[in-house]
T-cell receptor, first 118, second 115 residues
């Protein structure tokens, strides 16, 4: 079975400061990893995903994440926070077969609410 | 193109009643997923359809919950004898699965309140 832990249910940063949202996973095999963002009253939107290619993954809106197998981590970063980044962020994991096809279901962490203040 | 749509957006019901929640996936997406998100939690997997059949229903909490996708497109999540603990946002997602990690596209959810 796989699981995801997001350290820090709330993170607050100043506009222009570095954003760092932490995600650690537990899986018996190397998984696929995802970051989703949820704005108020909107559906989840994919930010980026890791699928066994490059360990540094770039996503939308200037976000990126690095897969570190030795640390079982997939932390999300953005060099300079913007007010529009305020939202809830979810890390998720899915397993896949030897051929690379995903088994489908996502296992999510509990989420991190990002607040950006002027 | 249209995204995943879910109806109703809000549903208030009384304990013991039966409810149906509908999901209309993105056209052409063969995979459909239901998740449940309780307040302050991440989404929890309920069931996954590949075409018309349930490929994985391991997340359904008990036999009061049932889902169908008879024509491989629209899906309905059915909850019998609702309980207050069923109150949550029910999310639907769809994808075109394949290698390299399938991106799941989520709908806005149905907020279910059981009084």
């Amino acid at each position: 079975a796989q699981s995801v832990t997001q350290l820090g249910s709330h993170v607050s940063v100043s506009e222009g400061a570095l954003v760092l949202l932490r995600c650690n996973y537990s899986s018996s095999v190397p998984p696929y990893l995802f970051w989703y963002v949820q704005y108020p009253n909107q559906g989840l939107q994919l930010l980026l995903k890791y699928t066994s290619a490059a360990t540094l993954v770039k996503g939308i809106n200037g976000f990126e994440a690095e897969f570190k197998k030795s640390e079982t981590s997939f932390h999300l970063t953005k060099p300079s926070a913007h007010m529009s980044d305020a939202a809830e962020y979810f890390c998720a994991v899915s397993l896949h077969n030897a051929g690379g096809t995903s088994y489908g279901k996502l296992t999510f962490g509990q989420g991190t609410i990002l607040t950006v203040h002027p | 193109g249209a995204g995943v749509s879910q109806t109703p957006s809000n549903k208030v019901t009384e304990k013991g009643k039966y409810v149906e929640l509908r999901c209309d996936p993105i056209s052409g997406h063969t995979a459909l997923y239901w998740y449940r998100q309780s307040l302050g939690q991440g989404p929890e997997f309920l069931i996954y359809f590949q075409g018309t059949g349930a490929a994985d229903d391991s997340g359904l909490p008990n036999d009061r919950f049932f889902a169908v996708r008879p024509e491989g497109s629209v899906s309905t999540l059915k909850i019998q004898r609702t309980e207050r603990g069923d109150s949550a946002v029910y999310l639907c997602a769809s994808s075109y699965p394949g290698k390299g990690g399938n991106e799941q596209f989520f709908g806005p959810g149905t907020r279910l309140t059981v009084l």
